[in-house]
């Protein structure tokens, strides 16, 4: 294998918890410092979401937003910064009357999603094509809400990274590039293992990869157990990895693990080990077509 592996930190996320995960970064300036350290330990990419301070739960909050990338590009202004979008797209029906949203809703219109986007223009964000039942709510994002976080993400001159978490996210990918809505060559990334999502196992990356648009640059990451699992399966299939506290809590099973540069580091590890290279930042830039300056 000639090619350099991207591997990509998801740092935070909005799922995992402080119970599950002791040494979870909250609060920007944690998540700051794990990025930094991920960085350094050999990721290119940095996936950043943001939490309230006080309650630790995922936030939109484009001050926290600001305040988490100043912090690293003041000592970092290599690394390639990827911000999601994801947050938004939750909905709780209510017991009493479905049609009602309930605690723990953050469903919202797609402007707001890509507020900080728009604001912060990093080189990367996401853009999650997922409508699925997830933990204790349905996530939901429409096709004309999509269209609209799409245009605006592209105008503001930064790179989606297409998040699918099924077959049928990625048909609804091909129907959008067929209408001139999403540019290719993709940047693809498929989650494997969310519960009611696709199973995280070899046969499932191999038929999703077999279903890509020609010229698309793929990676796939596991949930949890399979997290290093599917990251070397991603790898021996030629796709790019990516590996976090987002995704996992665990260094290697019943041992937490203490950041995220730890866990950037067994993956450095497996990728060496199975004869690849990780790309830099700068290379990663150049096999996913996207520019500092961008």
């Known amino acids: 294998m000639t090619k350099k592996t991207i591997l990509t930190c998801a740092v935070t996320g909005n799922l995992m918890t402080p ?31 943001v939490r309230d301070p006080e309650t630790a739960k995922g936030s939109m909050d484009i001050d926290l937003y600001r305040e988490l990338v100043d ?14 979008t994801g947050e938004g797209g939750r909905f709780v029906p209510s017991a009493n009357d479905p049609k009602i949203a309930a605690s723990g809703s953050t469903l919202c219109v797609p402007e707001k999603r890509v507020a900080h986007v728009e604001e912060l223009r990093p080189e990367i964000c996401t853009l999650d094509f997922n409508t699925m039942w997830s933990g204790q709510a349905s996530v939901i994002n429409a ?51 969310v519960r009611f999502g696709a199973v995280a196992n070899p046969a499932t990356i191999a038929y999703l990869v077999s279903q890509l ?22 790898f021996l299939l030629g796709g790019h990895v990516r590996i976090g506290m987002e995704d996992t809590a665990y260094i290697r099973k019943g041992e937490h693990c203490r950041s995220n540069a730890q866990l950037v580091e067994k993956a450095v590890s497996i990728i060496d080990s199975l004869g690849g290279t990780i790309a830099t930042p700068d290379e990663a830039r150049s096999i996913l077509g996207i520019s500092a300056s961008s």
Do not use: C
Request: glycine share 6%.
């Open 19 to 49: 119970e599950i995960s002791p040494h979870l970064p909250v609060t920007p300036a944690q998540i700051a410092e794990h990025a930094l350290d991920a960085a350094k330990a050999g990721a290119s990419i940095v996936h950043l979401h």
């Open 71 to 84: 912090r690293i590009r003041e000592q970092n202004q290599d690394v390639i910064l990827n911000l999601t």
């Open 143 to 193: 096709p004309w809400n999509l269209e609209v976080m799409a245009e605006r993400i592209y105008t503001a001159g930064v790179k989606p990274e297409i998040e699918i978490f099924d077959s049928g996210d990625l048909h609804m990918v091909k129907d959008f590039i067929a209408r001139g809505i999403i540019k290719t060559p993709l940047m693809v990334q498929m989650v494997l293992g």
């Open 213 to 234: 648009p020609q010229g698309t640059e793929w990676a796939a990451f596991g949930i949890g157990r399979m997290a290093f699992p599917m990251l070397a399966q991603a």
